[in-house]
């Protein structure tokens, strides 16, 4: 009852007449940005129609009976794509009980699916999706093997159904977190990720004979079978390393299991084998401004780590870790990779592209760009209104759509800051207010 | 009551500065014993540590055509800012360049004071963050009074360039962490980098006491199976811990007026004693509104005052209690959910803080975050203009130097572009509160120490000279 009237009260402030399910929307005469890559377009016009993208530009005509929504003096841009991140999967990081991000003492390791944890109703996804995120990557944690599992992608819309693609990847720590999981050593790393491959091949060959049920097995039947995915590269395998000779390592695995589908996350000292990516057509998930030699693997963080590779040819995206304040804090990662275009001796980039890599980019990583992340045609309608530029720190969304369904405006935290705008009580105390 | 007027006058300038004061304070307690049975005090030194920070060769400088944020509230468009031997000199509409000044035209750009952030642990946990280099808590009993944080300050952490290359961070408090209850002293540096910490030790800046309360301590001890492991235990273990410190002020105070036998030295009580004296500023780690109020009472039932609560997610709760009490919070823009105590953050909080007319700022606590300060407070602009609330931002610049200033006890000093205080100066290539604004030039005490523009005005600690990624921009 409570989302209908929110629900409502969002849709007449749009001006619009019903609720919007399955019906044409156009969005009129604000500045649309694709999320593609290019250059943002003056009175532009966005229109959805069934939760699909129809079209978005310059000189799209308004459909006949479309909804139209002004946005003139807005922005109309796609809802921002958030990796890897733990939204739906911990109420709380800290609070242990809430925490479904990592398994330390699971005798499973690639089997572990993040799906059935998935909870639509964690208040961090409205909070989040007011910021104007409107999927997310969502990666378990590797604790008691290099292996954390499977990750999925979800959307934050206000409804039961969250994901949108289950087991959309496997990820895996090669890194000096890798090393620590297998046992203290780089080394230990590898010899744990072939053996286990190796297993992987053998169950398929045979499964019968496959045992993976002993308590001392390091695979299970579960993580073969999901490696064998991997290793026919119908899923990706999301990469975490961060030091220029493990990035390097990594690359070379594909002499070995040349069907992998990789995708390397972290990556702080990328631009230093910019080259060698970009040639291995591999795409990362950076973090982004990520600049002080954190680790030894990142001695050589840049904030121009991003830029730098992108000028090689990687396809680059931004990650959202380390975005403390919450997954919306990407659009200011991407904000100052633009803003570093400025500063002499920097690679940064340029608006267009920085906002690719908060949209479309996540999605391109992991092979999901024709269905997320743009406004192109054929996409699923995540569409926000900003009140300015959407990367800028003083803009925020005024509407959001995800599928094409308009989302509340409404979320925890907003109903604690009307809550405590004035913080003296009144005649009753502060919990009769029910706003 | 000669011995009296020397102790005090000791103290006031053990607070003060000086080693040489120090030793002859020392030389005086050295006289030979009477032969009354009064035996003079002899008084330990307030700064064993002392400052050795020097201020680095500055030229007169002019900036002028620029928009300035003063760090009081005030704002000039299309003005100046005139500072020479290390302080400012003026700030105006127009102001007449010296002879021999630099002149800088700062037409679309912004200058403001220094940021200050009054929460960070850089050189305590520095970068690389491997095990060796974690210094930040003395995590071996609740209680940790007797230690320092700048005993730990690694001055060569990549981390101080960093804040003052992106973030225009001037002045920093480093804080020993909040695994204790009351976790040790903190140090305020200049973010110059040094060979020594004392070479980086803000001048006269007073020392504070790290306290926290909520869960880390009770976590911490707890999980060793000892007191605290609830709330409740925090506040015994406190109030058995000031009970104490009381006890010892009163000995010590009545030694270092009559003299006679001196009490036994106890470092840590040396710390809570300055507290309860009004020398030692606390800076309390604490998230949530009932706990604060709470810390607040104790304050009360001890004689001390808390002057800053830090992290102070629920602020915003008690703004009217904060302001009553004339206690500040020191807060992020918008971390929240990450823990139990951090799950009620709200972007808000400092623009709420503001319209009640409490004393708010911002810090990082965290060695990324502390680049971007003037970005955190843009976002709570943004939150607050949502949200109805409009803060100036010549207002909101308060929340990134004044008040920290204030709250560490040097405003008079540093914090704000007033003649005759620090010439810790920023020149930004844009609105300071836009994303794509970086810092162009920064100043300390009128010494050009960061030059986007010139590779040579670019700090290299040496922990990074010769390593991969050495004298890169970053």
């Known amino acids: 009852?409570?989302?209908?009237?929110?629900?409502?009260?969002?849709?007449?402030?749009?001006?619009?007449?019903?609720?919007?399910?399955?019906?044409?929307?156009?969005?009129?005469?604000?500045?649309?940005?694709?999320?593609?890559?290019?250059?943002?377009?003056?009175?532009?016009?966005?229109?959805?129609?069934?939760?699909?993208?129809?079209?978005?530009?310059?000189?799209?005509?308004v459909p006949a009976g479309a909804t139209i929504v002004d946005a003139r003096g807005k922005w109309v841009v796609p809802g921002f794509v958030a990796g890897f991140t733990s939204l739906g999967l911990a109420d709380a990081d800290g609070v242990e009980e809430s925490n479904d991000t990592g398994a330390r003492t699971s005798p499973f390791n690639a089997a572990i699916d993040v799906t059935p944890a998935i909870n639509p109703a964690e208040v961090k996804l409205a909070n989040e999706r007011l910021g104007g995120v409107t999927r997310a990557l969502i990666a378990p944690d590797a604790s008691g093997s290099i292996f954390a599992g499977q990750g999925a992608v979800i959307d934050l819309a206000d409804d039961n159904d969250a994901v949108t693609r289950p087991r959309a990847f496997q990820f895996v720590e090669l890194g000096e977190r890798g090393g620590r999981a297998a046992g203290g050593s780089r080394p230990a790393a590898y010899a744990m990720l072939r053996d286990a491959f190796t297993q992987a091949q053998d169950y398929r060959r045979n499964p019968a004979a496959f045992g993976g049920r002993e308590k001392d097995s390091l695979l299970?039947?579960?993580?073969?079978?999901?490696?064998?995915?991997?290793?026919?590269?119908?899923?990706?395998?999301?990469?975490?390393?961060?030091?220029?000779?493990?990035?390097?390592?990594?690359?070379?695995?594909?002499?070995?299991?040349?069907?992998?589908?990789?995708?390397?996350?972290?990556?702080?000292?990328?631009?230093?084998?910019?080259?060698?990516?970009?040639a291995a057509r591999v795409p990362v998930i950076a973090a982004a401004l990520a600049d002080l030699p954190a680790d030894f693997e990142a001695l050589a963080a840049t904030e121009s780590n991003a830029g730098r590779m992108r000028a090689a040819g990687v396809q680059v995206a931004l990650a959202s870790t380390g975005a403390s304040g919450g997954d919306h804090n990407l659009k200011q990662f991407a904000g100052n990779l633009v803003a570093i275009t400025r500063v002499p001796g920097h690679t940064g980039l340029a608006w267009g592209e920085a906002l690719a890599a908060i949209t479309s980019g996540p999605a391109a990583a992991l092979g999901m760009d024709g269905e997320i992340g743009s406004l192109r045609a054929g996409r699923r309608a995540d569409v926000v209104v900003w009140d300015g530029d959407p990367l800028e720190l003083s803009s925020a969304p005024t509407a959001v759509w995800i599928d094409g369904r308009a989302q509340p405006m409404q979320s925890r935290q907003r109903a604690l800051r009307d809550r405590y705008l004035v913080p003296t009580e009144g005649a009753l105390p502060k919990a009769y207010e029910r706003r | 009551m000669w011995i009296g007027k020397r102790a005090s006058a000791c103290r006031w300038l053990a607070v003060g500065v000086g080693a040489l004061a120090l030793a002859a304070c020392d030389a005086g307690g050295d006289r030979p014993k009477s032969a009354s049975s009064k035996v003079p005090p002899k008084l330990f030194s307030r700064d064993p540590f002392p400052s050795t920070y020097r201020v680095y060769p500055g030229v007169p400088t002019l900036v002028r055509n620029v928009t300035v944020i003063d760090g009081e509230g005030g704002r000039?468009?299309?003005?100046?800012?005139?500072?020479?031997?290390?302080?400012?000199?003026?700030?105006?509409?127009?102001?007449?360049?010296?002879?021999?000044?630099?002149?800088?035209?700062?037409?679309?750009?912004?200058?403001?004071?220094?940021?200050?952030?009054?929460?960070?642990?850089?050189?305590?946990?520095?970068?690389?963050?491997?095990?060796?280099?974690?210094d930040g808590n003395e995590a071996t009993g609740p209680i940790t009074a007797d230690v320092w944080a700048e005993h730990s300050v690694w001055p060569q952490d990549p981390g101080f360039g960093r804040a003052l290359a992106n973030g225009g961070v001037t002045t920093l408090q480093i804080l020993p962490g909040s695994a204790n209850l009351m976790g040790g002293r903190s140090v305020v540096l200049k973010n110059v980098y040094a060979r020594t910490m004392q070479a980086m030790k803000f001048p006269g800046a007073p020392y504070g006491l790290k306290m926290a309360c909520g869960e880390n301590p009770k976590r911490v001890y707890g999980g060793k199976g000892r007191q605290p492991s609830t709330r409740m235990g925090n506040v015994a273990v406190d109030r058995a811990t000031w009970a104490k410190a009381a006890s010892y002020?009163?000995?010590?105070?009545?030694?270092?007026?009559?003299?006679?036998?001196?009490?036994?030295?106890?470092?840590?009580?040396?710390?809570?004693?300055?507290?309860?004296?009004?020398?030692?500023?606390?800076?309390?780690?604490?998230?949530?509104?009932?706990?604060?109020?709470?810390?607040?009472?104790?304050?009360?039932?001890f004689g001390y005052k808390v002057t800053a609560f830090h992290h102070a997610v629920e602020a915003y709760k008690i703004a009217d209690l904060l302001k009553a009490n004339g206690t500040c919070a020191a807060v992020w823009a918008d971390w929240y959910g990450f823990k139990m105590e951090s799950y009620d953050g709200i972007g808000e909080n400092l623009a709420i803080l503001e319209r009640a007319g409490a004393c708010g700022m911002i810090h990082s606590d965290d060695q990324n975050g502390i680049q971007r300060l003037n970005q955190e407070v843009a976002k709570?602009?943004?939150?607050?203009?949502?949200?109805?609330?409009?803060?100036?931002?010549?207002?909101?610049?308060?929340?990134?130097?004044?008040?920290?200033?204030?709250?560490?006890?040097?405003?008079?000093?540093?914090?704000?572009?007033?003649?005759?205080?620090?010439?810790?100066?920023?020149?930004?290539?844009?609105?300071p509160f836009s994303v794509y604004t970086r810092p162009e030039k920064v100043w300390v005490d009128g010494a050009l120490l960061y030059d986007a523009n010139d590779p040579g005005r670019r700090p290299v600690s040496d922990f990074e000279l010769g390593q991969p990624g050495s004298g890169d921009v970053k």
């Open chain 2, 76 to 134: 000039i468009e299309g003005g100046a800012v005139l500072f020479a031997d290390g302080k400012v000199v003026a700030i105006g509409q127009t102001l007449e360049a010296p002879a021999g000044a630099t002149v800088i035209d700062g037409a679309g750009k912004f200058v403001t004071p220094g940021i200050i952030d009054i929460h960070s642990h850089l050189g305590d946990y520095p970068s690389p963050g491997v095990q060796a280099n974690s």
């Open chain 2, 380 to 431: 709570v602009l943004a939150s607050g203009h949502h949200a109805g609330i409009d803060v100036p931002e010549q207002v909101a610049w308060k929340w990134l130097s004044l008040g920290p200033a204030t709250a560490l006890g040097i405003a008079d000093k540093t914090g704000s572009l007033k003649p005759g205080k620090m010439a810790d100066v920023v020149l930004w290539n844009g609105n």
């Open chain 2, 249 to 301: 002020r009163r000995k010590w105070d009545k030694y270092e007026k009559d003299g006679g036998d001196p009490p036994d030295r106890d470092i840590g009580m040396d710390t809570l004693r300055g507290v309860l004296a009004g020398e030692i500023l606390v800076q309390n780690h604490c998230y949530r509104a009932d706990e604060m109020a709470i810390v607040l009472d104790m304050a009360k039932e």
């Open chain 1, 1 to 61: 009852m409570k989302r209908a009237l929110f629900l409502l009260a969002t849709v007449s402030g749009l001006g619009l007449a019903t609720p919007a399910a399955a019906q044409t929307v156009a969005i009129t005469g604000g500045t649309v940005a694709l999320g593609d890559g290019s250059a943002p377009i003056e009175g532009g016009t966005v229109v959805f129609r069934d939760g699909r993208v129809v079209a978005a530009g310059l000189g799209v005509a």
């Open chain 1, 220 to 278: 299970k039947r579960g993580d073969a079978d999901a490696l064998l995915k991997v290793l026919d590269g119908a899923m990706p395998l999301v990469v975490h390393v961060e030091r220029a000779s493990d990035i390097r390592t990594v690359l070379g695995l594909t002499r070995e299991y040349p069907k992998l589908k990789l995708v390397l996350t972290g990556v702080s000292e990328g631009w230093m084998v910019a080259r060698e990516i970009a």
